[in-house]
DNA sequence: CCTACCGATCGGTAGG
DNA sequence: CCTACCGATCGGTAGG
């Protein structure tokens, strides 16, 4: 059998102290917001488990994170595992708005021609590497390196959403083999190429000797050949 | 104050009955060598750590899956994470070595001409990915994916290991650069091309559509361009 | 290498 | 969203 008295937690660092300093707080624009807690916990899980990993990160130091005491996560989600989730969720839907705005945008750029399908390429490792690497790009990194420990029953919806993602490079992917600047067989390189950019979560640090422009150039060198 | 009680753990399963069933136990070969129970050690726990993660691997797991009571790896290994260190320092030890041979293996294949910097390239994307995805290919992917996990004071010692496998490649990229097979930044292009082999980890499974001889004829076909 | 255990921490919850 | 807490599990250890 197991006696456990456990004293108080720690007290509570004054974590409102310096809005109540200013008296009653106003319900500024974005706290009035109901869902802005739980985009706030969603922010902060995302960092914290991109850089410690999630079963290294636990429920208190997600509330810490965000200015709350330890039971209060589960006030917004039902456990550990649902932010999770929605920490992946929110960030294939933003991957995905975004990779459709970049190809809108580069083909209302290239109008009154159309884009060839090296350019197409061009723009999605380029917005690629903006959702890997860029700025607040906690949520995709998460999605690739915690798959892990995503539970089964959330599994699908995620992959539903990274499908989708990878959809739209299928047929740029298969423009650029039938004009042979891409050579092998097409699922294995495409297989390889997203390899090759996830893994530069791994490794880029921004402001450091490659710009994502330069990557993007490089990217582009490597897996194409010269237009037949 | 915690006060604990705890009952006893689990009665132990008569892990060595079959053995003892045959009477006195022989010790066989590989029975009377020390270091046997510690190599198991390492085997099982590379497997725990690479299918579950580190974090989510309790040295209990890794004991009963040696057969061991709780405590015991601690007689072994000074703490988890030394284990998880000494996987890592032994899979890349024994890449090192797997590397080494291959090479020389093909170098005396292919006399009394020496080998072409494709040929060079070509033997040693195979090599990674049989240390990869090949047989007992625990230990590598723990290295690449548990890195987090890895204290600081052990990263060091792995680096040099990782380093000294990823110097060989160095001037074969050079060679296939200078030959203009090889296009654009070469440190950057070794990044990339590691990224899409590290990456086969993820989705490879054995035994399925692609063999790794065909993976490879693929990732050569997407790097290299023919000779100028 | 096992037995028996410790102290710490974790995810999660009832009630307000 | 906080307070106060539970039951479980974890890494690790003393002594044999």
Same mark, same amino acid.
């Given at each position: 059998?197991?006696? *456990?008295?456990?004293?108080?937690?720690?007290? @509570?660092?004054?974590?409102?102290?310096? #809005?109540?300093?200013?008296? !009653?707080?106003?319900?500024?624009?974005?706290?009035?917001?109901?869902?802005?807690?739980?985009?706030?916990?969603? !922010?902060?899980? *995302?960092?914290?488990?991109?850089?410690?990993?999630?079963?290294? %990160? $636990?429920?208190?130091?997600?509330?810490?994170?965000?200015?709350?005491?330890?039971?209060?996560?589960?006030?917004?989600?039902?456990?550990?595992?649902?932010?999770?989730?929605?920490?992946?969720?929110?960030?294939?839907? #933003?991957?995905?708005?975004?990779?459709?705005?970049?190809?809108?945008? @580069?083909?209302?750029?290239?109008?009154?021609? $159309?884009? $060839?399908?090296?350019?197409?390429?061009?723009?999605?490792?380029?917005?690629?590497?903006?959702?890997?690497?860029?700025?607040?790009?906690?949520?995709?990194?998460?999605?690739?390196?915690? +798959?892990?420990?995503? $539970?089964?029953?959330?599994?699908?919806?995620?992959?539903?959403?990274?499908?989708?993602?990878? %959809?739209? +490079?299928?047929?740029?992917?298969?423009?650029?083999? @039938?004009?042979?600047?891409?050579?092998?067989?097409?699922?294995?390189? !495409?297989?390889?190429?997203?390899?090759?950019?996830? +893994? %530069?979560?791994? +490794?880029?640090?921004?402001?450091?000797?490659?710009?994502?422009?330069?990557?993007?150039?490089? *990217?582009?060198?490597?897996?194409?050949?010269?237009?037949?």
């Amino acid at each position: 059998m197991v006696l *456990a008295m456990h004293v108080n937690e720690a007290p @509570a660092p004054d974590l409102d102290a310096p #809005r109540r300093s200013r008296g !009653r707080p106003r319900k500024s624009a974005d706290e009035r917001d109901d869902g802005n807690r739980r985009q706030e916990l969603l !922010r902060v899980a *995302a960092h914290l488990f991109r850089t410690q990993g999630f079963d290294a %990160t $636990s429920t208190r130091d997600i509330a810490a994170a965000a200015g709350m005491r330890s039971g209060s996560p589960f006030y917004h989600f039902e456990s550990k595992e649902a932010l999770l989730a929605a920490v992946m969720l929110e960030g294939m839907e #933003r991957a995905l708005q975004r990779q459709a705005d970049a190809m809108a945008q @580069a083909a209302a750029d290239a109008q009154p021609q $159309s884009l $060839s399908a090296r350019d197409c390429l061009r723009v999605l490792v380029r917005n690629h590497f903006d959702v890997l690497v860029g700025p607040e790009s906690d949520f995709i990194p998460v999605m690739l390196y915690e +798959w892990r420990s995503l $539970s089964t029953s959330e599994r699908s919806a995620v992959k539903a959403l990274k499908d989708r993602y990878e %959809t739209v +490079w299928v047929p740029v992917l298969d423009a650029l083999h @039938a004009s042979g600047e891409l050579s092998g067989d097409v699922r294995l390189a !495409r297989l390889l190429i997203f390899g090759a950019l996830n +893994w %530069t979560a791994q +490794w880029y640090r921004p402001n450091q000797r490659a710009s994502l422009d330069a990557l993007t150039d490089t *990217a582009l060198q490597l897996f194409l050949k010269d237009k037949a």
